[in-house]
């Protein structure tokens, strides 16, 4: 509870305002009673004294007023009780005394200030009550009649009694009030944590009643949706209320979304909220389980088959070193020597999978990324005639890892080239086409002018081991996909007129 009467009076500046203003009605009523029927009703005994006494209560109580709303004012605001209840008391004498009913306004008084400012003050208003009736009714007059002192004693006993009950109240209005402060704060602090941490979650969320009317969303489900509060949910998502628990994927402004819903039966009959998931992050968290536990086993696969392959590859080099082998036998050893190489280049593949990281995400300036490429790609290749094209806008950004985008860029590029190069020797050509596609998706496009890929050979192009060549080890388009899945983003084939054209969706926006 406060313990100056600063605090108390600050606390109290509703309470302070609203009593300034019956002050002022009450003296501006006693003012107009004034002038009926020449005083008969107020100040009878002493017209001229209640008449000065009136016009002071008019101007202080006018001046409480303007005190009052301009904001609390200490030694004002506590001084005026103790000329109101002056004042008061005078116009009591002036108008017949205990009998009157301004005993009962002067009470409402004491318990004002003491609601205002207990403590000592509140008493001390009492006191100066007391002490007031006792001049006005007693000394000033020189009434000392026996009945009339103890009405006044039993007066100030009152005023006293009122102050004490005043103050016990206002303590106990006080610690509910404190209560009720402190819980109102910590109420808005879990409100704006709960409020924050839904707010940035991956995942969305909306609330709704039992009409279907949206009560609350946080932002990811503002940015798939672009919905606002108080209208009906999107069409789409009604079709998941019939079967609560169970998730729904949806397609919505080209995000693959899993929808589910849960009703809340501690709040409104009929409320329910949705949850609404990204699938592609799903599968990149599930993709980045798979590929450890790949990268695990296929690392010490790798190793095992690594040492017994370099003995194999030494010998057969020594093999073919000796000088009485015949031209068969020759031949022999150099198969053996080609497919331990082969076999080696599978190994390092493998190895590369599992040791792939997981990914840093930054958001990249697609144009200037993909000239530096093109610098890298043109001088790894300079000995092969061959053009790369970009199509870019200069403010175009995704969201990726850039060392996975390069290791995804230059798989596509080599194998793009090396059919490009069979198909045109002298015109080999390759683009890379950017659009934008949705709000937070962009396509890059890797383009060829080669033989492109068979119709019954599309569907099995991401598999591990798959391979058109006779070299190949049918692992790189699948370590592509494997990259991308981590990203947030896909890879697929799309036939083109002259050539192949695999496209990447990426993400414009971190989400991880």
């Known amino acids: 509870m406060p313990s100056n009467v600063s605090d108390l009076v600050v606390n109290g500046k509703r309470l302070l305002q609203i009593y300034s203003y019956y002050s002022l009605l009450l003296a501006l009523l ?97 006191a100066w009550t007391t002490l007031a009736i006792m001049v006005i009714q007693h000394f000033w007059p020189e009434r000392y009649q026996t009945g009339e002192l103890v009405n006044s004693g039993i007066y100030g006993f ?12 206002s303590r106990r209005l006080n610690s509910a009030l404190e209560l009720a402060s402190d819980q109102s704060v910590r109420l808005r602090r879990l409100q704006n944590i709960s409020w924050q941490a839904l707010a940035d979650l991956p995942n969305g969320i909306i609330a709704c009643d039992r009409d279907n009317q949206i009560l609350f969303f946080n932002q990811q489900a503002q ?30 402004r080209g995000e693959s979304l899993q929808v589910s819903k849960m009703l809340l039966p501690d709040s409104l009959p009929g409320d329910y909220l949705l949850f609404i998931e990204d699938q592609s992050r799903i599968a990149a968290t599930a993709q980045q389980l798979k590929l450890a536990s790949l990268g695990r086993l296929t690392a010490s696969i790798a190793h095992e088959i690594r040492n017994p392959l370099s003995a194999l590859r030494q010998a057969s080099q020594l093999l073919a070193e000796t000088p009485y082998l015949k031209e068969e036998e020759l031949y022999l050893s150099q198969v053996i020597e080609q497919h331990c190489m082969r076999i080696n280049r599978t190994v390092e593949d493998i190895l590369q999978l599992s040791r792939k990281r997981q990914p840093s995400i930054e958001v990249l300036r697609l144009k200037p990324w993909l000239e530096h490429f093109r610098e890298q790609f043109i001088g790894m290749h300079r000995e092969q005639p061959f053009q790369l094209f970009i199509h870019c806008h200069d403010q175009q950004q995704i969201a990726f890892d850039p060392d996975h985008l390069q290791q995804i860029l230059h798989n596509l590029c080599a194998n793009g080239l090396r059919y490009a190069l069979k198909q045109q020797p002298n015109d080999a050509r390759l683009m890379l086409s950017a ?49 991308c899945e981590a990203n947030q983003a896909n890879i697929q084939y799309h036939r083109i007129r002259a050539g192949s054209c695999f496209r990447l969706t990426l993400r414009t926006d971190l989400t991880l």
């Not at 108080?230 to 397609?251: N, S, Y």
């Not at 569907?459 to 798959?466: A, G, I, K, T, W």
């Open 30 to 126: 006693i003012m107009a009673a004034h002038t009926v029927d020449d005083a008969t009703l107020i100040g009878h005994d002493a017209p001229y004294i209640s008449l000065v006494a009136t016009v002071l209560y008019v101007v202080i109580a006018a001046s409480f007023v303007a005190i009052a709303s301009l904001g609390p004012h200490v030694q004002l605001a506590t001084s005026y009780f103790f000329l109101e209840t002056a004042l008061l008391s005078i116009l009591m004498f002036a108008s017949g005394g205990l009998d009157t009913g301004f005993s009962s306004l002067i009470l409402l008084c004491v318990v004002i200030a003491n609601l205002l400012a207990p403590g000592v003050l509140g008493f001390a208003v009492a």
């Open 223 to 252: 940015r798939w949706l672009n919905i606002s509060d108080d209208e009906e949910l999107p069409a789409p998502l009604l079709t998941v209320l019939d079967d609560p628990g169970r998730k729904h994927a949806l397609t919505l």
């Open 435 to 483: 659009k934008p596609q949705s709000h937070n998706r962009m396509s890059l496009d890797v383009m060829d002018n080669g033989t492109g890929i068979a119709d019954d050979k599309i569907e099995q192009l991401f598999e591990p081991f798959f391979t058109t060549e006779h070299n190949g080890t049918g692992l790189g388009l699948y370590l592509c996909r494997e990259l």
């Open 158 to 169: 009152l005023c006293f009694l009122l102050a004490a009950l005043t103050q016990a109240l």
